[in-house]
């Protein structure tokens, strides 16, 4: 606990002794550090290109931008989910909503391989490489209150130098820096609610009685609910024997209370220049209070505390250093379980007649199919996690012109933590179910389960370390008019992970070997009278995943540019301010493939596994060991032949246009080796690289701004992405179906059955004198009112009379949108201000699944999705199958059935504002004064009924509306 103290105490320490000196700062320096921006921001002319920048006039490769200001714009616990539609080429998928687990997945240029994994772009804070098991929290845990930039870079060209990790992209982090100028201290606040955006709904418990008879009735069983029973739910006249619980109602709140806080100092001189900022985020889950309700449960919470130091320092005319630590502190409270989700799960399948919340005697009711959810959380305990993630760099640098004139070295070095502890406290209680007796008496039944003290534990759940050293030499000079800038540089890092043992109730203190990158990159640029741009990268990197002599790799990429708008015959053209051509062409890698299907981290070497045989006559086993998959001695990185053209222009001096078109080719995908080894052979084959895919597409962005006429200013920024990948090669084992093959479809392509309407009674009665003539599963007794579906399971797809594996086709589109669009629009008039983000998608299909919308499967509910099911006098209009009360082995395959167009249009967020006439603000010895009202994921526009497209089950997609206050001193 002390470190916790030390790591929260320095940066007020270090900021205390830096505004001792700013008092001198404020004599010499009369500029202003502005830390506000509101609605318009100014465009900066230097970007982020990976280890360096580069005048945005002068890059050759594909990237994109977004600024830390504008992410402040909405309210969100991860910064993920900042960047919905907010940059060309970056696909955010939704990851939940719960508070802190709601990590979005994060793709750019849509999926380009193919494989459990290993589609994830590398993550790079200040120029460290944040990747890693379990790494990728120190970029989700940041705040845009902290961060300058945000860029994604995209082709080869700008990703070539990060070696064998950078094909899938690389989105880089600058957080903000300190500038010359007097004191300046911004403080802001949040205060507002978060709602659930749509709740499941579910027929109540006397629509539950009559569909499930009728359910009941279709399987040839007796009814259950008696006429009388089914009045009584109707009316309610007995809540105790015929309950009727909506028990969403019982376990959630309508809103929960979120706020956050942000205290950012900036300010220095030619010697030192510093940013502190402080953050802290509070979000109280939906579950109601049940910790107020009992002193061994726990009210919902999570709190996040962000702090950041970033110093830079002149310790002499040549020698300058930065340095920079960062933490966030994360914790999460929740009754039950360290998550919802068991909780949910259990809301989704539970009926409303299942048994009240409490019976008479005010025990809980509760059987010993279903566990009472209210009970859950009140009496099972409650469960702490804790994170804490310390990000630390340290880079000095040297400029070396008395050497060679514009020459500077630089050598860096960066240390981070991460470590998460549980915390639990467990009990169970009893549950009783009741029946009435014959006198009217309540009788009970035994106990399912047992009261019991509160017991707890402490466990590691998860820890790692990761050490980074980098050296730098820079060049940059002009000499008449050439420009060149050169960079050479070597990096290792080294990720110690402590994961979580096998068992997750157990405190662990497992290790794995360390993960480990060494390399080295380089970036040559040459530009002539800023018209003509030629630039080469490469980058040489190894890993510890491949076996010896096998472990480094070398990129190359290459990039050309030409700015059109300085040749004389554009020179003076009104329409075209700026008017660039580039291209770019080189080879990246991946070698995050061991999630893809490696039979071991260490795929090159020889396993062995649980072996034995049985001997005697009593067939006594004798352990022993067997070979588990054969070494691969030539396992190797993905490999990526990247092409981009792009355009880069300024119209009428107001208008911004980018455009890039891409080809990807990947090979080297490690695919299974069915198609070359037959299993027969006795032996298990490893994964080979001979899967190869392709990926081709666009981005586009544009921009329009006004000039600053009077007290109107107005902007509207869109970007479009669209990209279209392919499977060339899997090496699959041989389908008698051959549409079953993935070569040739999309990446993540659904494979499932193709419905084609309801059987009818006629071809129940066909099927009854001839089986074969009317195809359907041999697991299921077929009836009027099931799903049909196309037989095409015989040799070259021709029917064979029956249902099954093989009659699976390509069936709607993969999860990931394939075209995206994002519109940011804002405007300032006068003291007002506004800014909203829209974001589109369209190309991907959603999946209706589980309780949510099969009706009564694994002893579920039933939800108004089936009230326009089948039966013999709505089969003309029916769009929903016949009721069973089984788990029906016919209706609820994987089919096109339950697929629906996931496109939409979504408000991801919106603000308006007001700030009060400087004079005024004067008048209170403050810089600005700003109030506005906030709101994030305020509508969806879809064509899903049911819930959101993005996230059908689970924790409830949230809605948040705040109140907020920014000052500046």
Do not use: C
């Amino acid at each position: 606990m002390k470190r916790h103290y030390t790591l929260t105490i320095f940066p007020i320490l270090l900021l205390t002794l830096l505004l001792r000196k700013n008092g001198q700062a404020q004599e010499r320096s009369g500029q202003e550090y502005a830390l506000d921006t509101v609605a318009v921001l100014p465009r900066s002319t230097v970007k982020n290109i990976g280890f360096g920048t580069q005048p945005g006039q002068r890059i050759t490769s594909a990237i994109s931008t977004v600024y830390g200001a504008d992410l402040e714009k909405n309210f969100t616990l991860n910064l993920g989910n900042t960047l919905y539609g907010r940059l060309a080429g970056l696909s955010v998928t939704q990851g939940g909503s719960e508070p802190g687990l709601s990590t979005p997945g994060l793709f750019v240029r849509g999926l380009n391989t193919f494989g459990a994994a290993g589609n994830s772009p590398l993550l790079v804070i200040d120029g460290y490489i944040s990747n890693g098991a379990g790494t990728s929290n120190a970029f989700m845990q940041l705040v845009p209150e902290e961060i300058e930039t945000i860029t994604v870079l995209k082709d080869a060209s700008a990703t070539a130098i990060y070696g064998a990790r950078g094909a899938n992209g690389v989105v880089l982090v600058t957080t903000k820096t300190g500038q010359e100028g007097p004191l300046r201290i911004s403080f802001s606040t949040k205060q507002g609610f978060n709602q659930a955006q749509y709740l499941p709904k579910f027929l109540n418990a006397y629509q539950y009685g009559v569909l499930y008879n009728e359910a009941l009735a279709n399987d040839g069983l007796p009814a259950r609910y008696t006429n009388a029973d089914l009045e009584a739910y109707r009316t309610g006249s007995d809540p105790v024997f015929h309950p009727d619980v909506n028990w969403y109602d019982q376990v959630l709140r309508p809103a929960a209370p979120v706020s956050s806080y942000n205290l950012t100092f900036g300010g220095g001189d030619k010697f030192v220049r510093y940013f502190v900022t402080l953050n802290a985020i509070k979000s109280q889950g939906l579950f109601k209070k049940f910790g107020d309700r009992n002193d061994e449960s726990a009210n919902s919470n999570y709190s996040k505390y962000n702090f950041r130091t970033n110093l830079d320092v002149n310790l002499t005319n040549r020698l300058s250093a930065e340095f920079k630590i960062a933490g966030s502190f994360e914790q999460t409270n929740n009754p039950n379980n360290y998550t919802t989700g068991s909780t949910f799960n259990l809301l989704a399948q539970l009926p409303p007649n299942a048994f009240p919340v409490y019976n008479p005697d005010g025990s809980y009711g509760g059987n010993a199919l279903y566990a009472n959810p209210v009970a859950n959380l009140l009496s099972t305990g409650f469960y702490t996690n804790n994170s804490r993630t310390v990000l630390s760099s340290l880079k000095l640098t040297e400029q070396l012109d008395g050497l060679v004139k514009g020459l500077s070295a630089s050598v860096a070095v960066s240390i981070n933590n991460y470590f998460e502890s549980g915390s639990r406290k467990s009990k169970q209680y009893p549950r009783y179910s009741i029946s009435k007796g014959a006198a009217g008496d309540t009788i009970y039944s035994p106990a399912v389960g047992q009261l019991t003290s509160l017991a707890g534990s402490e466990e590691t759940l998860d820890q790692y370390r990761n050490l980074i050293v980098q050296a730098f030499l820079n060049y940059k000079r002009t000499v008449g008019k050439s420009d060149l800038s050169a960079m050479l540089m070597f990096n290792t890092d080294n990720v110690t992970v402590f994961g979580p043992a096998s068992d997750p109730t157990t405190p662990t203190a497992n290790s794995t070997d360390p993960y480990k990158h060494n390399g080295g990159a380089g970036r040559f640029t040459y530009a002539y009278a800023n018209k003509y741009i030629a630039e080469f990268s490469a980058g040489y990197m190894g890993s510890e995943l491949f076996a010896p002599g096998k472990r480094y790799g070398f990129f190359p990429a290459a990039s050309l540019g030409w700015v059109l708008s300085g040749e004389k015959f554009l020179t003076n053209h009104k329409a075209i301010n700026f008017l660039k051509l580039r291209g770019s062409y080189g080879l990246v890698g991946n070698d995050n493939i061991v999630s893809q299907g490696l039979s071991s981290r260490y795929a090159y070497t020889a396993t062995f596994g649980g072996g034995g045989y049985f001997f005697g006559t009593g067939n006594t086993p004798v352990g022993g060991l067997a070979e588990n998959a054969i070494a691969n001695p030539n396992v190797t990185w993905e490999k990526e032949k990247s092409l981009n053209v792009g355009v880069d222009a300024t119209l009428f001096k107001h208008f911004d246009l980018s455009f890039d078109y891409f080809n990807r080719d990947r090979y080297d995908i490690m695919v299974a080796s069915a198609s070359t080894t037959p299993l027969f052979a006795g032996i298990v084959t490893p994964n080979l690289n001979n899967g190869k895919a392709t990926n081709t597409g666009f981005d586009l962005a544009l921009r329009y701004t006004t000039t600053q006429k009077k007290n109107l200013h107005f902007f509207v920024e869109s970007n479009l992405s669209y990209f279209k990948n392919k499977v060339v090669f899997n090496a699959e084992a041989v389908q008698l179906n051959t549409r079953l093959y993935a070569t040739g479809a999309a990446i993540g392509q659904p494979f499932g059955l193709k419905a084609i309407g309801f059987y009818s009674l006629e071809d129940i009665a066909r099927r009854q004198i001839d089986p074969g003539s009317v195809p359907g599963v041999l697991s299921e007794v077929i009836k009027a009112g099931d799903i049909k579906y196309q037989d095409v399971g015989g040799p070259d797809g021709k029917p064979d009379g029956i249902i099954d594996a093989n009659d699976r086709m390509p069936i709607g589109n993969p999860g990931l949108p394939t075209l995206s669009l994002g519109v940011h629009t804002g405007f300032r008039y006068k003291g007002f201000d506004a800014d909203l983000v829209f974001q589109a998608v369209s190309g991907n299909t959603v999946y209706l699944g589980g309780n949510y919308f099969q009706a009564f499967q694994g002893n579920g509910q039933v939800a108004p999705i089936a009230l326009t099911r089948w039966t013999p006098e709505t089969a003309a209009t029916a769009d929903y199958p016949r009721l069973s009360s089984k788990d029906n082995l016919n209706n609820y395959q994987f089919s096109s059935f339950w697929q629906r167009d996931g496109r939409f249009v979504k408000l991801r967020s919106a603000e308006i504002g007001y700030s009060l006439p400087a004079g005024l603000a004067d008048k209170i010895r403050l810089k600005t004064v700003r109030f506005f009202v906030n709101g994030t994921n305020l509508f969806s526009l879809d064509r899903i009924p049911y819930g959101d497209p993005e996230s059908l089950t689970g924790y409830p997609v949230i809605r948040t509306l705040t109140l907020g206050l920014k000052v500046q001193l």
